[in-house]
């Protein structure tokens, strides 16, 4: 018994040992055959993915939330077809089925058909010599920001059939020639009979500039009326307004937010400075403002006045009084370019806080000249006074008509072009000088995209063969500014209900373009 027992325990420790064998080696399998289809599930979830991506059937993660490089914020409509005299049909889409052509919340292509949908409805008066290559950017930019409507009072190159064809072509433009009939019209306004606009009649260059300006702007309270606008503002070529302060950029949501018993909103203004003397696209190449004194803490405004003026007559080379935007309503009339009044009440106004007009002053070389040739003024101190209105522009003319191209240039260096690189960067920390850079990123977007081009193009195709039509009535030579009271003796101005007012009624002189506080002024010593 005992020799059997003893000879059994090897078979059953042999039979353990096969048995922990295969167990061992069955593991083994199941392990590889796991870590296999551990590895094989992800590489053929990620080429499932990749198929779908390729064919349009999948989002992108990356490329959902990163910013198109093609696209403005908002701008998600497949649909348009800006920029399309630039690429041909098959580069419209990419490889992921999206097109790179930018499209707007509000606007269908690029002539921007605005709905009902926009609300306040806003609408801008200018008068204009300029051509295309600043009244088109000039325009689409407030369009982006909400902006329904244009009055534009057009004259010189501005008038020429190449530009306003195209001005024509644009919705929500409407072109204003200055012919005869618009100035036996404007002949028959009150203002002649009143006495706010009175110092300025008769009298060159920028009076009767400021006069034409106060005329259209007249004209234009009644065709905003008609037009269904909530929000008239006048505005120059060469002024882009900033709408910061509202949760959007968006000068539509800024308005909106404007309490109903307030008549007029006040954007003190900002001017350009511009760091170099060859600017060609002043929108898209200017990105350093000077802030206005309405926005400065007044310690810092006067304790680097001196510097910020660089040997200028003022702080800014021109206006600092900022533009306005007044709300539609009965009696409401010019005071001058800068603000709006109102013939029965003193309108309840407002200054914003953070938005603002940004002026972009002389901000080309040859807008010396320019301004030269519009002026047939004499250049010497005392007749310059008869022209121009504020210093700067005074001695720009003067140094314009009688120094050389070279002495020009010297002198546009020493007091338009901030070359000093320590002061910029003083005047900047102690925020003197600002960066602002919305306006050019849009406006860039604009002409990256093809949009101006696109728009010349569908001009071009409109424009008939005999133009001699649209200049026949002009009294205006190109360039030349008239403002004359054509006929006021023989006429009465002209009844309506918004301006039905006795016209013997006297009023507080309009508003010009004033310079903003010097030390003088309040008495501050540094």
């Given at each position: 018994?005992?020799?059997?027992h003893?000879?059994s325990?090897?078979s059953?420790?042999?039979s353990?040992s096969s048995?922990?064998?295969?167990?061992?080696?069955?593991q083994q399998?199941?392990?590889?055959?796991l870590?296999?289809?551990?590895?094989l599930?992800?590489?053929?979830?990620a080429?499932f993915?990749?198929?779908?991506?390729?064919?349009g059937?999948?989002?992108?993660p990356?490329?959902?939330?990163?910013?198109?490089?093609f696209?403005?914020?908002?701008m998600?409509?497949?649909?348009s077809n800006v920029?399309s005299?630039?690429?041909?049909?098959?580069?419209?889409?990419d490889?992921?089925?999206r097109?790179?052509?930018?499209?707007?919340?509000?606007f269908k292509?690029?002539?921007?058909d605005?709905?009902?949908d926009?609300?306040p409805?806003?609408?801008?008066?200018?008068s204009t010599s300029?051509?295309?290559?600043?009244t088109?950017?000039w325009?689409?930019?407030?369009?982006?920001?909400?902006?329904?409507?244009?009055?534009?009072f057009v004259?010189?190159k501005?008038?020429?059939p190449?530009?306003?064809k195209?001005?024509?072509?644009?919705?929500?433009?409407?072109?204003?020639?200055?012919?005869k009939?618009?100035?036996?019209?404007?002949?028959?306004?009150r203002?002649?009979?009143?006495t706010?606009?009175?110092?300025?009649?008769?009298?060159?260059c920028?009076?009767?500039l400021?006069?034409k300006?106060?005329l259209?702007?007249?004209?234009?309270?009644?065709?905003?009326?008609?037009?269904?606008m909530?929000?008239?503002?006048?505005?120059?070529?060469?002024?882009?307004?900033?709408p910061?302060?509202?949760?959007?950029y968006?000068l539509?949501?800024?308005?909106?937010g404007?309490p109903g018993?307030v008549?007029?909103?006040v954007?003190?203004?900002y001017?350009?400075?511009?760091?170099?003397?060859?600017?060609?696209?002043p929108?898209t190449?200017v990105s350093?403002?000077?802030k206005n004194?309405?926005h400065?803490?007044?310690?810092v405004?006067?304790?680097?006045y001196k510097?910020?003026t660089?040997?200028?007559?003022?702080?800014?080379?021109?206006?600092g009084n900022?533009?306005?935007?007044?709300?539609?309503?009965d009696?409401?009339?010019?005071?001058?370019?800068?603000?709006w009044h109102?013939?029965?009440?003193?309108p309840?106004e407002?200054?914003?806080?953070?938005a603002?007009v940004?002026?972009?002053t002389?901000?080309?070389?040859?807008?010396?000249?320019?301004?030269?040739?519009r002026c047939?003024?004499?250049?010497?101190k005392e007749?310059?006074?008869?022209?121009?209105?504020l210093?700067?522009?005074?001695a720009?003319?003067?140094?314009?008509?009688?120094a050389?191209e070279?002495?020009m240039l010297?002198?546009?260096?020493?007091?338009v072009v901030?070359?000093?690189?320590?002061?910029?960067?003083?005047?900047?920390?102690?925020?003197i000088?600002?960066?602002?850079y919305?306006?050019?990123?849009?406006?860039?977007?604009?002409?990256?995209?093809g949009?101006f081009g696109?728009v010349?193009q569908?001009a071009?195709t409109?424009?008939?063969?005999?133009t001699?039509s649209s200049?026949t009535?002009?009294?205006?030579?190109p360039?030349?500014?008239?403002?004359?009271k054509?006929g006021?003796?023989e006429?009465?101005a002209?009844?309506?209900?918004?301006?039905?007012?006795?016209?013997e009624?006297?009023?507080?002189?309009?508003?010009?373009p004033?310079s903003?506080p010097?030390?003088?002024d309040?008495h501050?010593?540094?």
């Amino acid at each position: 018994m005992a020799g059997l027992h003893s000879s059994s325990r090897p078979s059953s420790s042999s039979s353990l040992s096969s048995s922990s064998s295969s167990s061992s080696s069955s593991q083994q399998v199941f392990t590889s055959r796991l870590l296999l289809l551990l590895t094989l599930l992800p590489l053929t979830l990620a080429f499932f993915a990749f198929v779908l991506q390729w064919r349009g059937g999948l989002t992108d993660p990356v490329t959902r939330w990163s910013p198109d490089p093609f696209q403005f914020p908002g701008m998600d409509n497949p649909g348009s077809n800006v920029g399309s005299d630039r690429r041909s049909g098959s580069d419209c889409v990419d490889l992921l089925g999206r097109s790179k052509s930018p499209a707007f919340p509000y606007f269908k292509d690029w002539k921007f058909d605005v709905g009902s949908d926009l609300n306040p409805k806003i609408c801008i008066i200018s008068s204009t010599s300029a051509g295309l290559e600043q009244t088109l950017p000039w325009i689409f930019y407030h369009k982006v920001i909400g902006v329904s409507a244009f009055f534009l009072f057009v004259e010189g190159k501005a008038a020429s059939p190449n530009v306003s064809k195209v001005l024509e072509l644009i919705p929500g433009v409407k072109v204003i020639y200055r012919t005869k009939e618009l100035e036996e019209q404007q002949a028959k306004s009150r203002i002649w009979n009143e006495t706010w606009l009175a110092s300025f009649f008769y009298k060159p260059c920028n009076y009767e500039l400021f006069v034409k300006q106060s005329l259209n702007m007249e004209m234009s309270i009644v065709m905003a009326r008609d037009a269904g606008m909530d929000w008239i503002i006048h505005l120059d070529t060469d002024e882009l307004i900033h709408p910061v302060g509202a949760s959007e950029y968006s000068l539509r949501q800024l308005l909106a937010g404007v309490p109903g018993n307030v008549d007029m909103v006040v954007f003190p203004n900002y001017e350009s400075s511009v760091e170099r003397d060859d600017i060609k696209e002043p929108f898209t190449e200017v990105s350093m403002f000077k802030k206005n004194y309405d926005h400065l803490p007044k310690d810092v405004y006067f304790g680097n006045y001196k510097e910020s003026t660089r040997g200028n007559p003022n702080y800014f080379l021109t206006y600092g009084n900022g533009k306005s935007a007044a709300r539609i309503q009965d009696h409401l009339r010019p005071n001058g370019a800068h603000r709006w009044h109102n013939y029965m009440k003193t309108p309840n106004e407002i200054k914003l806080d953070e938005a603002a007009v940004l002026h972009y002053t002389y901000p080309k070389f040859s807008d010396l000249t320019s301004r030269r040739d519009r002026c047939g003024c004499k250049p010497t101190k005392e007749d310059v006074k008869r022209c121009f209105m504020l210093e700067f522009d005074r001695a720009a003319f003067i140094i314009a008509s009688t120094a050389t191209e070279e002495e020009m240039l010297h002198w546009y260096r020493e007091h338009v072009v901030w070359t000093d690189k320590e002061l910029k960067l003083k005047l900047l920390r102690r925020g003197i000088l600002t960066r602002i850079y919305a306006p050019m990123v849009i406006i860039q977007g604009f002409r990256d995209s093809g949009l101006f081009g696109s728009v010349i193009q569908s001009a071009q195709t409109t424009l008939s063969k005999d133009t001699k039509s649209s200049n026949t009535s002009r009294v205006d030579k190109p360039g030349m500014i008239s403002s004359r009271k054509i006929g006021v003796k023989e006429t009465t101005a002209t009844a309506r209900r918004i301006l039905e007012i006795p016209n013997e009624t006297s009023y507080d002189s309009a508003i010009p373009p004033l310079s903003p506080p010097i030390l003088d002024d309040l008495h501050i010593g540094i």
